[in-house]
T-cell receptor
Framework: DVKVTQSSRYLVKRTGEKVFLECVQDMDHENMFWYRQDPGLGLRLIYFSYDVKMKEKGDIPEGYSVSREKKERFSLILESASTNQTSMYLC????????????FGPGTRLTVT | GEDVEQSLFLSVREGDSSVINCTYTDSSSTYLYWYKQEPGAGLQLLTYIFSNMDMKQDQRLTVLLNKKDKHLSLRIADTQTGDSAIYFCAESTSGTYKYIFGTGTRLKVLA
């Protein structure tokens, strides 16, 4: 059973703080993704990684960076949190073969005050 | 850019059929997916259809694809209260493992 875990379910941070969101998958998946989910906007891709140390910008990368030093771990970094980054953050992984099912973590609800 | 659209809400009575619709703009989509998100959880794949298919049935789920109109639908037969969730359609194209997700449809099943 594929498992994708995220370091926190709920997080409250102050404006300007540096925030780290961690994601770990246990199925040796090649691809990992970070999305944010906002009501009425669906899921929007922030960044994805198709290999260790490789990353590609998604649709809304501004204000975020990522790190993938090991295959199983993909971190999302908010360099200087702002209130408009208050959202639900979802991590996903996939094997990289068609059809390419994505496996999602439970999400981290981040509130920036 | 590519876009995937869904209506935001759908309410049905228990035992009725639910039909959730989705339109997409990318004509080079190869796979189209339906994901379900239950409260407090991540998304889980329900079913998918390859773009050269018109229909796919999987127990209570029927997926219809009209490629000409770029319209995808998910029919849930005999809808149960446990089907209450947000349903997302998504598409991917060859050459990338990125998805484009729709806005999600919140299905509410009334007892």
């Amino acid at each position: 059973d594929v498992k994708v875990t995220q370091s926190s379910r709920y997080l409250v941070k102050r404006t300007g703080e540096k925030v780290f969101l961690e994601c770990v998958q246990d199925m040796d998946h090649e691809n990992m993704f970070w999305y944010r989910q906002d009501p009425g906007l669906g899921l929007r891709l922030i960044y994805f990684s198709y290999d260790v140390k490789m990353k590609e910008k998604g649709d809304i990368p501004e204000g975020y960076s990522v790190s993938r030093e090991k295959k199983e771990r993909f971190s999302l970094i908010l360099e200087s949190a702002s209130t408009n980054q208050t959202s639900m953050y979802l991590c996903a992984s996939s094997l990289g073969r068609r059809p390419d099912e994505q496996y999602f973590g439970p999400g981290t609800r981040l509130t920036v005050t | 850019g590519e876009d995937v659209e869904q209506s935001l809400f759908l309410s049905v009575r228990e035992g009725d059929s639910s039909v959730i619709n989705c339109t997409y703009t990318d004509s080079s989509s190869t796979y189209l997916y339906w994901y379900k998100q239950e409260p407090g959880a991540g998304l889980q794949l329900l079913t998918y259809i390859f773009s050269n298919m018109d229909m796919k049935q999987d127990q209570r789920l029927t997926v219809l694809l009209n490629k000409k109109d770029k319209h995808l639908s998910l029919r849930i037969a005999d809808t149960q209260t446990g089907d209450s969730a947000i349903y997302f359609c998504a598409e991917s194209t060859s050459g990338t493992y990125k998805y484009i997700f729709g806005t999600g449809t919140r299905l509410k099943v009334l007892a």
